[in-house]
Each structure stands twice: as C-alpha cells, then as structure tokens.
C-alpha cells in the first residue's frame, strides 16, 4: 500500500488546477510495483494501448503503437515505451492510483507507464488533463513552463510537441518523488538513466465532448422529439428575418431536455462511467450463488472492484447507480451502492449490508458474476 505524503488541503486550495508543483518524497522508499519485462509484456498484448517514442538516425521524432512483437528500439539510447491503462491489467500497478483519489472518482483517467533508456522522453508538449508523474526506477530531468499559448504541431502523425518555453520548474526527479502539472501547461522529461515514469490522469470533458454525447443519447432515445411550432404565426414584413420570439422558442425546445441539471442524470451517469480503455474482465465460469457470497463474507473474504472500473452516483439521487455505462436501480439498497462506488475493496461491512436485504444481495452477486467484483 502507498502512502502519499501530501498536505492534501493545501495542495487542493494552493495549487489543485493552478500551478505545478513538485512533490519530494511523495512516496517514501518508493518500490516499483511493476518491472520494465511486464511493461514489455503487456505491449505484446493486442487489446492493451501502447506506443514506442524514439528518433531515428536523422535525429527525427518516430512513434509507432503496438501491439508489438520485439523490443530491439529500446536497446539504444533515446527510445520510451508507454502503456496505457495499467491499471486496467496490473493489480500491483493499480494500487499507485488510490493514494490520489481525494480527487474524485469520476474525473480519474488511468495510469500511464512509461519506460524511457537514457534520453528517452515524448518530447515538449501540452497535455489537456491534469497528471501526477511519479518517479520510480531512475531518475528523469523534468522542465515544465507557465500556462501560455504556444505553437503546436505534429512532430509525427501520432506525437503532438509544442514550441520552446522557458522554465518555471527545473528538476531532476528521483525515486518517490511526484510532479504535479495541471492542464494547459507545457512541459517534458528526458531519462537520464534507464527510468519508469507512472502517470495518474484526470481528464474532463468539454462543451464538444458533452453535446456530442448527448446528442447521440437523444438520437437513440428520444423517439417522441418535440418539433417546434409556430402556431401563432401572424402577417409580417420582413420575411427574411427570425424574430426574437421564434429565437427563443427554438432555443427552448432545443434545451428542453436538459433544461434542469437532474435531467441529465441517466444520460451523464452512463457516459462517465463507459471504461475509456478495455477491462480485464473475467466473469466466473460457474456463476455465484447467493449462499456462496454470504460463505465467502462470513470467511473473511474481501471483494475487489475490477481495475479501470467506473462506478458512480449522483448527489440528487444516490440511488441510481452507474456501472460501466449501464444504470442500476439501489432504491432499495442505496446504501449498498454508495459502498461499492466509494471503496475499492469491500469485507466484512457488506455483511451488515446485504444480510436482511435480499435484493441487495441479488444485486451484488450479479455484479460478481459480471466480473465487475472479485475475491482472491
């Protein structure tokens, strides 16, 4: 288990969104919980995200995404291997995230690991989510700039780099130490010896992504789209213009589905918690039984929640439930859900939980027998 060394209140109020920051020692006597032949190994692998940044003998910046079969670019010099969604595949690697989840859960990406050989790095560049790098095996040369707009461009068809900056945070990172940096502010990081990286991400939509979105919800459920009318049409002169009124009165009935924010529960709950990466998941071959949940609690047994899994609720009606972008009615049993959405790992307090509540009970080994939950 990793403890973060962090005056958490401070970082959110000081610099949470708002500068860069680095963090000595955030984890003392930091262990990497993954070694650079499973980062390699999970390269290998087809439905797992990955890519190989290097330069080529002209010195040009080269990136090729995998699944990749050999390794023989990271036996010079200048060449990183990052892996997406670690967390997803890695229970070790998985545990790195749950030191910063005082961020909440819905905006957590994934953990990103790189390995770089010595000057490896992406080049400089803009990231549009913030991140917590931690340093593990090695040490990296980190440079990071003010907030500012500068040129960007395709330095390769999948490597987007920007412009110089001048340095506001200069720093060579050693094992355990973190940096901090929040959206919009350039940055990069070279190896200077042979060096892992861990990324915890945490992204957010935008206006483009949320529209976007919600105009495919409406397209595949809203059968009954209200049309606009102007049944009060009168006689006017300038039939080349869009009075006020019918402004307003499309602009009503473009909105009229999300009018009130508690309108766009079903549709919000489902779209952040769809898994952005694929899940490792592994459904039990025999399917659980009740009893054998109730058994396995009474024995002590601890259930673990799926890593990259995404669970959530609202504020406004905590009894629905969103699991991996299908919705879950706890009414009767919200207070189950809540539990599974607000701890990684659930024991023995499920008991008290589940035992009088039969629909409560039915609702949990369903999950498990999803794979969405599991036991070891």
Same mark, same amino acid.
């Given at each position: 288990?990793?403890?973060?060394?962090?005056?958490?209140?401070?970082?959110?109020?000081?610099?949470?969104? @708002? @500068?860069?920051?680095?963090? @000595?020692?955030?984890?003392?006597?930091?262990?990497?919980?993954?070694? /650079?032949?499973?980062?390699?190994?999970?390269?290998?692998? *087809?439905?797992?995200?990955?890519?190989?940044?290097?330069?080529?003998?002209?010195?040009?910046?080269?990136?090729?995404?995998?699944?990749?079969?050999?390794?023989?670019?990271?036996?010079?010099?200048?060449?990183?291997?990052?892996?997406?969604?670690?967390?997803?595949?890695?229970?070790?690697?998985?545990?790195?995230?749950?030191?910063?989840?005082?961020?909440?859960?819905?905006?957590?990406?994934?953990?990103?690991?790189?390995?770089?050989?010595?000057?490896?790095?992406?080049?400089?560049?803009?990231?549009?989510?913030?991140?917590?790098?931690?340093?593990?095996?090695?040490?990296?040369?980190?440079?990071?700039?003010?907030?500012?707009?500068?040129?960007?461009?395709?330095?390769?068809?999948?490597? @987007?780099?920007?412009?110089?900056?001048?340095?506001?945070?200069?720093?060579?990172?050693?094992?355990?130490?973190?940096?901090?940096? /929040?959206?919009?502010?350039?940055?990069?990081?070279?190896?200077?010896?042979?060096?892992?990286?861990?990324?915890?991400?945490?992204?957010?939509?935008?206006?483009?992504?949320?529209?976007?979105?919600?105009?495919?919800?409406?397209?595949?459920?809203?059968?009954?789209?209200?049309?606009?009318?102007?049944?009060?049409?009168?006689?006017? =002169?300038?039939?080349?213009?869009?009075?006020?009124?019918?402004?307003?009165?499309?602009?009503?009935?473009?909105?009229?589905?999300?009018?009130?924010? =508690?309108?766009?529960? /079903?549709?919000?709950?489902?779209?952040?918690? *769809?898994?952005?990466?694929?899940?490792?998941?592994?459904?039990?071959?025999?399917?659980?039984?009740?009893?054998?949940?109730?058994?396995?609690?009474?024995?002590?047994?601890?259930?673990?929640?799926?890593?990259?899994?995404?669970?959530?609720?609202?504020?406004?009606?905590?009894?629905?439930?969103?699991?991996?972008?299908?919705?879950?009615?706890?009414?009767?049993?919200? =207070?189950?859900?809540?539990?599974?959405?607000?701890?990684?790992?659930?024991?023995?307090?499920?008991?008290?939980?589940?035992?009088?509540? /039969?629909?409560?009970?039915?609702?949990?080994?369903?999950?498990?027998?999803?794979?969405?939950?599991?036991?070891?």
């Amino acid at each position: 288990m990793y403890e973060l060394n962090l005056d958490i209140n401070d970082f959110l109020d000081t610099y949470w969104q @708002k @500068k860069p920051t680095v963090i @000595k020692q955030g984890f003392s006597d930091f262990s990497d919980p993954i070694l /650079p032949d499973e980062i390699a190994g999970l390269a290998m692998e *087809e439905e797992i995200e990955s890519r190989l940044v290097y330069r080529d003998q002209k010195d040009q910046w080269q990136a090729e995404c995998g699944p990749f079969e050999s390794f023989e670019k990271l036996d010079a010099d200048g060449a990183t291997l990052l892996i997406q969604a670690v967390d997803n595949w890695h229970e070790d690697a998985q545990q790195l995230i749950r030191p910063f989840r005082f961020i909440p859960n819905w905006r957590i990406d994934d953990l990103m690991i790189s390995y770089s050989t010595p000057k490896g790095g992406v080049g400089p560049h803009i990231d549009n989510y913030d991140v917590f790098i931690i340093q593990g095996l090695g040490k990296r040369h980190w440079r990071v700039g003010a907030k500012q707009s500068l040129k960007e461009f395709a330095a390769h068809g999948a490597l @987007k780099h920007c412009e110089h900056f001048d340095a506001i945070i200069d720093v060579e990172l050693e094992p355990g130490d973190i940096l901090y940096i /929040p959206v919009g502010f350039p940055h990069e990081g070279y190896a200077i010896e042979p060096s892992m990286n861990y990324s915890v991400g945490f992204r957010a939509p935008d206006q483009n992504d949320l529209l976007s979105s919600f105009a495919d919800h409406l397209i595949d459920t809203n059968e009954n789209a209200e049309r606009y009318t102007d049944r009060s049409m009168q006689l006017r =002169e300038k039939s080349g213009q869009i009075e006020t009124q019918e402004l307003e009165e499309l602009h009503r009935v473009m909105l009229a589905n999300c009018a009130t924010p =508690e309108q766009l529960i /079903p549709w919000l709950g489902k779209m952040l918690s *769809e898994a952005k990466h694929d899940l490792d998941l592994a459904p039990p071959e025999s399917p659980h039984s009740n009893e054998h949940v109730i058994d396995a609690l009474n024995e002590g047994a601890q259930f673990i929640r799926l890593g990259g899994l995404r669970t959530m609720y609202f504020e406004q009606n905590p009894s629905l439930i969103f699991i991996n972008g299908e919705q879950y009615d706890f009414h009767e049993c919200s =207070e189950l859900g809540q539990l599974l959405c607000d701890q990684d790992e659930v024991a023995s307090e499920l008991l008290s939980v589940i035992n009088d509540n /039969p629909l409560a009970l039915d609702l949990f080994t369903l999950l498990i027998n999803k794979g969405y939950w599991y036991t070891i």
